[in-house]
């Protein structure tokens, strides 16, 4: 009877085994996309700048994969409808700071595949700039197909007498369609509000598909001091207001 029990118990943890491996490997892959804003390779150690120091990025680099031949428009904006829309500007670039909602984006293909989808960082896609039809919509990221997001510009622009402001100290943002204002995130540093916003989606969703889409606000001008060397300043919309001398930014 033992022997048996035994030889039960051996098949029931080979077929758990064997059905855990299987669904671990018919799981779809998490997938985290970053990208940094108005930056070039020569500015990551992984291809040999000499000026910055990025370890992070450098052991990424190391255990991911490098590319060594890439092309990009060289705009921010314009950069992320492509990479959205996988379509090369020409084909649907109409205006700087728009994205056509009637576009498919990877956000609207990886939910039709049952993936849990957020986006942080900045937006900037409403068509704030020439007054387009909606521009006011602070649902768009929703339509555009993320489930959540925290982002920088949607239906504000950078006036703060409009209610707009910078991205970095203070910032105002906009949060699964709810407006957080100047005065909501007064001395918070707005890289490290949108940052632990998708750690945290990333710790819901830990057991699902998720897709997260990191268009950074970093490290695109101004160049400002960050939580690491603003000291006793105030961190105000005044801080956003970069130093005078190309050395004094770059430092």
């Known amino acids: 009877m033992k022997q048996l029990v035994f030889s039960l118990l051996l098949l029931f943890t080979a077929g758990f085994f064997a059905n855990a491996a299987a669904a671990q490997e ?3 892959p998490n997938i ?4 940094a804003d108005d930056v070039s390779w020569e500015c990551f150690g992984s291809y040999g700048a000499d000026d910055y120091q990025t370890p992070h ?7 991911g994969m490098r590319f060594t031949n890439c092309y990009s428009t060289p705009l921010c904006t314009p950069s992320r409808v492509k990479l959205m829309t996988g379509k090369y500007n020409f084909r649907n670039y109409t205006h ?3 994205l056509n909602p009637k576009e498919k984006t990877f956000g609207q293909m990886l939910q039709s595949a049952g993936y849990k989808t957020a986006i942080a960082g ?3 896609l409403n068509g704030l700039y020439h007054g387009a039809e909606g521009h006011a919509d602070n649902t768009r990221p929703f339509q555009a197909g993320f489930d959540e997001f925290c982002l920088w510009q949607v239906t504000t622009k950078t006036k703060i007498k409009e209610g707009g402001g910078e991205r970095f100290w203070s910032p105002p943002l906009e949060q699964n369609g709810r407006f957080l204002t100047i005065k909501d995130n007064a001395d918070k540093y707005g ?5 632990d916003f998708l750690c945290d989606f990333i710790k819901r969703h830990k057991d699902e598909p998720f897709f997260v889409y990191y268009p950074t606000t970093l490290v695109h001008n101004p160049f400002v001091p960050t ?3 603003i000291g006793d300043a ?3 919309q005044a801080a956003n207001k970069q130093p005078k001398g190309k050395q004094a930014r770059k430092a």
């Open 26 to 28: 018919s799981r779809k």
């Open 32 to 35: 985290i996309l970053i990208m």
């Open 57 to 63: 990025i450098d052991r990424l680099a190391q255990q």
């Open 96 to 98: 700087f700071g728009y």
């Open 122 to 124: 900045k937006w900037q």
């Open 191 to 195: 890289p490290d509000i949108m940052s």
């Open 227 to 229: 939580p690491d060397t």
């Open 234 to 236: 105030p961190r105000t």
